[in-house]
């Protein structure tokens, strides 16, 4: 079966680098969104990642069942919740929690 | 901006009573999809349409009807509300090509049931 995991909650202080990571179970190839939710704005698409890219895409391989997201040097602007969405052959589509990120000055 | 709207914004409601969201878009894209986002759950699909007349269910979908009678439109009917189903409610459009789904959401829909 599919499934996604993100890490609850993340507290960071300004300039600090961050991973946050999708652990996903699937079958086939799936692809990969990153999505960050701002407060009282509508989600945003930050990033794909596909199989073919999965070298170019830092700290993780698609492969692997792990695609994390790294930010370098976070703001207090960088707090929001961001999601990781697996999207499974041409309909199935499968989002995590969210990892809810704040970052103190 | 992909062209999504949604209506109402903000909806209180009386459980038991019927209640529809729509949601709008401009760009003629086939797939149209609702979520609801509860805390602890993150976003999940209630519904989703591949074409006019075409819907299907998705992981939440009891207590819950979908209509799409044109392109532009994606409706959500409640048939009879309840509290369970207070939650903010995500339109969304698929920009789909041979193998990849990239979505675009709307502002969302906040509902509480009473």
């Known amino acids: 079966s599919n499934s996604v995991k993100q890490t609850g909650q993340i507290t960071v202080s300004e300039g600090a680098s961050v991973t946050m990571n999708c652990t996903y179970t699937?079958?086939?190839?799936?692809?990969l969104f990153w999505y960050v939710e701002y407060p009282s704005k509508p989600l945003q698409l930050l990033q794909r990642?596909?199989?073919?890219?999965s070298k170019n895409f830092g700290g993780g391989n698609i492969k692997d069942k792990n695609s994390p997201i790294v930010k370098y040097s976070v703001q207090v602007s960088d707090s929001a919740v961001y999601y990781c969405?697996?999207?499974?052959?041409?309909?199935?589509?499968?989002f995590g929690t969210g990892t809810r990120l704040q970052v103190f000055p | 901006d992909a062209g999504i709207t949604q209506s109402p914004r903000h909806k209180v409601t009386e459980t038991g009573t019927p209640v529809t969201l729509r949601c709008h878009q401009t760009e003629n894209h086939r797939y149209m999809y609702w979520y609801r986002q509860d805390p602890g759950h993150g976003l999940r699909l209630i519904h989703y349409s591949y074409g006019v007349k075409d819907t299907d269910k998705g992981e939440v979908s009891d207590g819950y009807s979908v209509s799409r009678s044109k392109t532009e439109d994606f409706l959500l009917t409640l048939e009879s509300a309840t509290s369970s189903q207070t939650s903010v409610y995500f339109c969304a459009i698929g920009r789909r090509t041979s193998d990849r789904n990239e979505q675009f959401f709307g502002p969302g829909t906040r509902l509480t049931v009473l």
């Open positions: 990642e596909t199989m073919e890219n």
């Open positions: 699937s079958t086939g190839y799936p692809t």
């Open positions: 969405l697996l999207v499974c052959g041409t309909d199935k589509l499968i």
